[in-house]
């Protein structure tokens, strides 16, 4: 099995109405929809049935049980015969047991590393501990779902109006969550959340951060600040309901924290920053058929000049590389690190062991709908997203990432959840690929999102960034569209607002990772 590595599909590999993507592929991706009957001259076939865009055709003759090869890459088994311009999908595709060898070490690359006066800079905030933001939010989190009504009206309080008097400030937000209490303690659960609120806590993209619990919970405010050596100040304050009297007490109280905020917040201003200071966290989600030929290599092209510039590409969503690991194993810098990935890989199989979930092969109606049969073939073209630099290391979920370079951080593939904890790493941006439309946003590192073809771009315009379909229509090549991608995240972390922003989506997308039981 060969790693898969995207064409630039401007060469001769591209017909008028169907793209072959490696020569030892036995499928063919139909560009636009292919009629019943229609005749492809160039490839010998002539369709069985009607293909949508974006699906699956095959080469030639296909016996049952034989492999399916996508980018030379096996995706699945045929269940069935199938015969040349048979539509291959979901229909007559199986999962296949695969076994490989990790080959650790063996495509790591050197990095052509560009000296620190020649780096692409941003306008970003500098914080006190030399870290770097690119917005300027005052956070305010629950330590359990029994405060989430009051750390809303908190933010509530916080009108445009009110915020006209900061103009540095780019808002107040609530990170409510529907867990603290219910739970085992200890346990990985427990310390997982723990660990994502301490990551919001410390996020460079938040100036001030005020804690609010209620006082019985088991994730007691107290034992949040200390376990996660958080250091109470003016820009760090907390509170408990339950020993301030109560609902409303409480949020006349934490306006007033927040208000004693703001002036200190608003004295931040945007200064010139290296781009190694920018953490891009990796997400695609509602993918298509066009995804691993344009959005996701694309943006792993632009993942390579970030590197390049000593920024850090963040992959996650570990169900979504099951089947494909093996293309990140070959490119970690030491056996250690590769097996980490693995392991992960491995706690993942007895957690969704006996479960209909993503992991073991199932994928959502979109991404069917889209033209991906099985999680292998969906993993092909997500882990593209993270270019083809070296794997630094892996981390845990909502570990602080504390290497530049290509990394990994173990994740669900649901999208809000993936996001949180990469955000709780330290990702100041994120990058969102998708090929069906995914309306996503994310507070307070914002979300830019990159469409995989044009039709679906110019129906959403409102809500895509980027895009990436102009590679399929020949307007770009990989390589082009990962500069621009690059750029647009300059632009971004400079402060421009993405779609999402504009929007007003993030309010509700901080979604920590419950992986326990609730009792």
Partial sequence: MTTATAPDISDKTLDDSLLLLHPADNVLVAKAQIALGAEIPRFGVRARAQVPAGHKIARSAIAQGQPIRKYNTVIGVATRDIEAGDYVHGHNVGVSDFHFDPGFCQDVRPVDY????????FMGFKRADGRVGTRNFVGILSSVNCSATVIKAIAAHFTPERMAAYPNVDGVVAFAQTSGCGMSSPSEHFDLLRRTLAGYARHPNLAGVLIVGLGCERNQVDGLVDSQ????????????????????????AGVRAIE?????????????????????????????????????????????????????????????????????????????????LLDRLAWWEKYAAGQNAQFNGV?????????????????????????????????????????????????????????????????????????????????????????????????????????CGAVLDGEYTLPQMGQKIFEEIL????????????????????VPWHIGIVS
Avoid at 114 to 121: G, I, M, W
Avoid at 415 to 443: E, H, V, W, Y
């Fill in 491 to 510: 632009r971004h972390a400079s402060g421009e607002k993405t779609k999402s922003e504009a929007l007003g989506l993030g309010d509700h997308e901080f």
């Fill in 114 to 121: 560009l000296p620190e006066d020649q780096r692409a800079s």
């Fill in 229 to 252: 050596s958080l250091a109470r100040g003016p820009l760090l304050q907390t509170m408990v309901m339950q020993e301030i009297g109560g609902t409303r007490v409480t949020i006349e």
């Fill in 363 to 467: 994928v959502g109606h979109g991404n069917m709908a889209g033209g991906l049969a099985n999680i292998m073939e969906k993993s092909l073209g997500s882990a593209m997203k993270g270019g083809t630099t070296p794997l630094q290391e892996v981390y845990e979920y909502a570990e602080p990432i504390d290497k530049a370079g290509f990394v990994f951080m173990d994740s669900p593939g649901f999208d809000p959840a993936a996001a949180t904890g990469q955000i709780a790493s330290g990702a100041n941006l994120i990058c969102f690929t998708t090929g069906r439309g995914s309306m996503f946003g994310s507070k307070p590192a914002p979300t830019i999102k990159l469409a995989s073809n044009t039709p679906m771009f110019k129906r959403l315009e409102e809500d895509m960034d980027i895009n």
């Fill in 260 to 340: 004693s905020m703001l002036p200190l917040a608003n004295a931040a201003r945007r200064e010139p920053c290296s781009a190694s200071h920018i953490k891009i966290g990796l997400e695609c989600g509602g993918s298509d058929g066009f995804s691993a030929i344009t959005a996701n290599p694309a943006l792993g092209e632009a993942m390579d000049i970030l590197v390049r510039h000593g920024g850090t590409a963040i992959l996650s969503e570990t169900p979504e590389i099951h089947g494909v690991e093996f293309t990140l194993t070959r490119r970690a810098v030491t056996p250690e690190v590769g097996q980490k």
